[in-house]
């Protein structure tokens, strides 16, 4: 997609990129670390984790792997945990309700586009007013293929009635620039989250350290 080509919507990963949930998977997963007498871990190692999903943090927390015999139990009490702490730290990147505010008054619709179930996403979003007038939530069950898979940001062009040429898809983790890819929409990917910097970025895209930068980046497509 050209530069100048127009866009209607704008797609957004979740967590990384509109939301700071890291704070919620580092108390629940040192919570459940310590209910077993492990030691905490890091909060920095877990930031870093946080996009490759529930799995790998058990993975890291106990270090385990899947095949072990307690590793669904023990996963499953990390995601018990974190939804009884699903909003008690988590809060918007810095920027983004102005970003969205901007987004509402160029009348450009969005939606989100996320791994997580919707058991932990909807609660989430609804928590979060300026979410909440998203347009599309599609998150891992809605769907048979979670990102990289173009699945689920294909589902949201088809509930904003846009095609690929007329849409953005932000994200901070490779999934979410592969996918975007695969759906055929110009990404951008976000320095500012967990996982994407300059030197693991494969993509020559747009890039943003902030939510200014994606003002700044969006104001080319509108």
């Known amino acids: 997609m050209e530069k100048n080509q127009k866009i209607k919507g704008i797609l957004f990963d979740l967590d990384g990129t509109l939301v700071d949930t890291a704070p919620d998977f580092v108390l629940s997963l040192n919570n459940v670390l310590s209910r077993h007498q492990f030691p905490n871990l890091d909060p920095l190692i877990i930031r870093s984790n946080v996009s490759d999903g529930s799995a790998k943090l058990t993975s890291l927390g106990f270090g385990l792997d899947k095949t072990d015999p307690s590793f669904d139990k ?13 909003l008690k730290n988590s809060y918007l990147f810095n920027g983004i309700s102005l970003l969205l505010e901007f987004l509402f008054k160029k009348d450009i619709q969005f939606g989100i586009v996320t791994n997580k179930p919707r058991e932990y996403a909807e609660p989430l979003v609804k928590n979060f007013s300026e979410l ?52 055929g929409t110009k990404i951008i990917a976000c320095y500012y989250g967990y996982s994407l910097c300059a030197k693991n970025n494969p993509y020559s895209c747009d890039s943003a350290n902030n939510s200014e930068d994606l003002i700044e980046i969006i104001s080319r497509y509108i």
């Open 74 to 86: 023990l996963r499953n009490e990390f995601l018990a945990e974190y939804k009884i702490n699903l």
């Open 132 to 183: 909440d007038k998203s347009k599309v939530l599609i998150c891992s069950d809605d769907i048979s293929e979670p990102k990289p898979s173009p699945q689920g940001i294909n589902a949201a062009l088809e509930a904003l009635n846009i095609n690929n040429s007329e849409c953005l898809y932000i994200g901070d983790h490779i999934n979410d620039l592969d996918a975007g890819a695969n759906a």
